[in-house]
Nanobody
């Protein structure tokens, strides 16, 4: 059974940093691309960072230079370091395979105050 458990969200002031974690089980973690996604109220769920099995990364322009995705295959965990946070980064953040597959986790809420 696939399980994705996100953690690390919280309330932070603009300009601050957070580090999100996602523990995965029930998938061949070492072999699959992973990604972080976010969904703000009223918006679609969008990808904010991708990482391949060989640690190649990709980011949209909206977070390029501020967010860093990484993975620890021994711990089956993917991370998202978020720096220079902006109020528009406020959203629920999720991890999943890339492209996404199966059931989503509950996500972790990131709130950035102005």
């Amino acid at each position: 059974q696939v399980q994705l458990v996100e953690s690390g969200g919280g309330l932070v002031q603009a300009g601050g940093s957070l580090r999100l974690s996602c523990a995965a089980s029930g998938i061949p973690f070492n072999l699959v691309p992973m990604a972080w996604y976010r969904q703000a109220p009223g918006n679609e769920r969008d990808v904010v960072a991708q990482i391949t099995a060989i640690h190649t990364t990709n980011y949209p322009d909206t977070v390029q230079g501020r967010f860093t995705i990484s993975r620890d295959n021994t711990k089956k965990t993917v991370y998202l370091q978020m720096n220079s946070l902006k109020p528009e980064d406020t959203a629920v953040y999720y991890c999943n395979r890339y492209p996404p597959l199966g059931q989503w986790g509950k996500g972790t809420l990131v709130t950035v105050s102005a």
